[in-house]
């Protein structure tokens, strides 16, 4: 795995988080890489699951969605251009974004902008990988998330359906908090980029522990 995993730039608990997320819900043919033969499953299981016909609306935004994904997340990922993302690319491609993200932090805390808007950068095509994950979390399309959504479909993805609603229990606080979009994109960009072991985003896949 080269010395990617020495690298201080990524924690030891951030790179967990981000092979997790590698594994179960981006390398859906489970072959170790990501290509877009991956994202061309998820479409066609985002399509299947809420029963979206070919040629419908629904299913030519999908298409268009996953193809936009696929290709800015290969601009970002695949440093060899060999059409593959490696865990190493991936780990490497979080890395480079940490660094360009603590810079603009910076020139953001020099321009006085406030520390809300500065926190929870994510790149652009996590921005559309959201969209689709909220849809395909989203069953009844009411938009927002409820524990018997989340448990269906993380379940799908192989997570222990118990250990799916313990996980909805943290991040709902208690289903004290509405999962709607917006706080979905939040909790989201903390599992992708946070490194505080007490962020409720750490939860959002449904797996409990990086340990
Ligand atoms: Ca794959
Ligand atoms: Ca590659």
């Known amino acids: 795995m080269g010395n990617v995993f020495g690298d201080p730039a990524l924690s030891a608990f951030q790179q967990k988080k981000l092979l997790h ?3 179960t819900f981006f390398d859906l043919n489970k072959d170790g890489t990501l290509e877009w033969k991956d994202f061309d499953l998820a479409r066609k299981q985002v399509c299947e699951m809420s029963g979206w016909p070919v040629g ?11 193809i936009e994904l696929w290709r800015r997340l290969q601009d970002d990922g695949d440093s060899d251009c060999d059409g593959k993302i490696t865990c190493e690319e991936w780990l490497k491609m979080w890395e480079k974004f940490n660094a360009n993200s603590e810079k603009e932090d910076k020139k953001d805390a020099k321009d006085k902008v406030s520390e809300e808007e500065t926190t929870l950068r994510i790149p652009e095509w996590l921005e559309r990988y959201i969209e689709y994950k909220f849809n395909l979390l ?11 959504e989340f448990e269906y479909v993380i379940s799908n993805f ?13 991040f709902s606080q208690g289903n004290q908090k509405k999962v709607d979009r917006k706080y979905f994109r ?16 750490n939860f959002i896949t449904g797996k409990l522990e990086f340990s």
Request: aromatic share 12%.
């Open 21 to 23: 997320e590698f594994h």
């Open 138 to 148: 989203d069953r009844a399309a009411d938009g927002h998330i409820d524990v018997d």
């Open 158 to 170: 192989g997570v222990p359906a118990k250990d799916a609603r313990s996980a909805f229990l943290m």
């Open 56 to 66: 419908s609306q629904r299913y030519t935004d999908t298409q268009s969605l996953f």
């Open 186 to 201: 939040e909790l989201t960009a903390e599992f992708f980029r946070s490194d505080d072991p007490s962020s409720l985003g």
